[in-house]
């Protein structure tokens, strides 16, 4: 850990567009280097490639690395052969499977020793610029912000409003609190050599979660994923002949966050089902961009009237992080489970409350839940009923994010509306008025939507990248 006040240096940070701003800043500068951490969404491709060709005649070195990833995704990306692969693989053909992508990526399953160590703080830095005057000068005085000293924008320069004390989410931001979180996770163990995310209560919440809660600290780069990669390794080495494995081990989610950063890269239009060469074409409610419904607002509320995925979505709202088994049972119920509707927009609310919302990770996710790539047993519905009860029978999880629902014995708390109306009058909770009747039949639309996605996979028909000519239409 670095902090730059300690060396006499500080964070300076420029108001405008990237495009226009970097430029100007390097010639006005006189910069010799441009250094910058590789990113692969497809904006920050588009931005880092105008300003390195601004800078093309420019007598200035332009380098990038990737620190963001374990691994280099050009590096596993193998040249595309065949007339189809270039047509849809412009970047490179990526693995499409985890499997694939661990031997290509590990060589062998267990081999965490490929994986590139993360580089020690530097211990000296120079000072930073104390008059930055001409820079005000070349580039006007708005780059520098209203306080004219390029410091870190408050919330009213965002125009943002900030939550109340009692609204503030738990997870707080920043390395120290980051390192925390994962040294005292990674104290324990035999719960990390132990541990297999299947098991993981996903009714377990902060402060007694039972994952990391790492994610929104590895999306911000406050945490390092070659340093935490480093730390599970040095504790999974010895133990391997006992240790859980990738997919299911904790080292093998940081390789989940690989492969799926790795396909974000390589797969075209990968956020969006018609441009997504990999996606399953399917006539979804709600299709477009702004569209909106009824179930989709429930859902979003957390209204639905299914008490397990009404407190998810209570608990995404509140908090901005959800176990990843709450967020399997909440977008599998909103797509191919119950509402049938778009994919895309559950990512896109899933983008605007999640603390950890990450293109790539997001996207994959929900391409997955929906079953539109990468899993395609779509005939596993979760229940919202059943599934909760397997690790939380008596409804706590359910009791904490609904208060309405505090006093419904257990017996009801995941049906509320089958409990008899003395029941609900005892447990002063009358359904469709204190707390909403289903929206939708489980059953009923489970068998709909069954029938829906086996017609879809039959006619088995993927998108095409915007402007690919595909050679056979269908996947290869
Ligand atoms: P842990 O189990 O402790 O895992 C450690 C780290 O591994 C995580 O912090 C994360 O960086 C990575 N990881 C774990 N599971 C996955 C996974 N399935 N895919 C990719 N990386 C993984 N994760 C995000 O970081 N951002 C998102 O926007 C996001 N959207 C999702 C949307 C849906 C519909 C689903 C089902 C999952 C989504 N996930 C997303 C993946 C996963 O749910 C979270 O990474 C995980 O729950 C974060 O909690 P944790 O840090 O305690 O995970």
Redesign the pocket.
């Known amino acids: 850990m670095l902090r730059l006040k300690e060396h006499d240096s500080r964070l300076f940070v420029l108001r405008g567009n990237p495009l226009k701003i970097l430029p100007e800043l390097v010639k006005a500068l006189d910069a010799k280097h441009l250094t910058f951490e590789k990113d692969t969404e497809p904006y920050a491709l588009y931005r880092d490639g105008e300003v390195m060709k601004e800078l093309k005649d420019y007598s200035c070195d332009v380098a990038s690395f990737t620190s963001h990833t374990l691994f280099d995704p050009e590096s596993l990306l193998k040249p595309p052969e065949t007339d189809y692969e270039k047509n849809i693989w412009k970047r490179g053909v990526p693995p499409l499977t985890y499997r694939a992508f661990i031997s290509k990526a590990l060589k062998a399953e267990s081999n965490g020793d490929c994986v590139p160590l993360p580089i020690p703080a530097p211990t000296k830095i120079p000072s930073a610029y104390t008059s930055l005057d001409n820079l005000i000068e070349a580039l006007g005085p708005e780059v520098a912000g209203p306080n004219g000293d390029f410091s870190v924008p408050s919330s009213e320069e965002l125009n943002l409003e900030l939550p109340s004390k009692e609204e503030e989410s738990p997870h707080k931001g920043g390395e120290t609190v980051a390192l925390e979180r994962m040294n005292s996770?990674l104290k324990d163990k035999a719960r990390v050599i132990n541990f297999k995310?299947p098991e993981?209560a996903p009714t377990a919440f902060y402060p007694t979660?039972s994952?990391?809660?790492?994610?929104?600290y590895?999306?911000f780069g406050c945490l390092s994923?070659r340093l935490?990669h480093q730390e599970l390794w040095a504790i999974e080495k010895p133990a391997l002949k006992t240790s859980s494995k990738p997919p299911e081990s904790?080292r093998g989610?940081?390789l989940?966050?690989e492969?799926?950063y790795l396909c974000g890269y390589a797969v075209p239009g990968f956020d969006s089902m018609k441009q997504n060469p990999i996606c399953l074409q399917m006539e979804w409610k709600c299709p477009q961009k702004g569209d909106s419904s009824p179930h989709l607002e429930a859902w979003r509320e957390g209204r639905t009237g299914f008490p397990w995925i009404d407190a998810a979505m209570t608990q995404l709202r509140k908090e901005g992080?959800?176990?990843?088994l709450a967020?399997?049972a909440?977008?599998c119920f909103l797509t191919r489970g119950n509402l049938y509707i778009s994919w895309e927009r559950?990512?896109e609310v899933?983008?605007e409350l999640?603390l950890?919302?990450?293109?790539s990770?997001?996207s994959?996710?929900?391409l997955?839940?929906s079953a539109s790539a990468f899993f395609t047993q779509y005939f596993r519905v979760y229940s919202p009923i059943v599934f909760p009860k397997k690790t939380d029978p008596d409804g706590n999880y359910v009791r904490h994010w609904i208060p309405a629902l505090k006093h419904m014995p257990p017996k009801y708390i995941y049906e509320p509306w089958t409990a008899p109306l003395d029941v609900q009058r005892r447990a002063k909770c009358i359904i469709g008025k204190d707390y909403p009747r289903p929206i939708v039949d489980h059953a009923e639309t489970r068998k709909i939507n069954l029938a829906l996605m086996k017609e879809a996979y039959q006619g088995a028909d993927y998108g095409q990248p915007n402007g690919a000519e595909i050679i056979q239409g269908k996947r290869k």
């Open positions: 996770f995310k993981t979660a994952t990391t809660i790492l994610s929104p590895l999306k994923p935490f904790l989610q940081l989940w966050r492969f799926f992080w959800i176990h990843h967020r399997h909440v977008a559950g990512a899933f983008e999640l950890d919302a990450d293109w990770l997001n994959a996710n929900w997955w839940l």
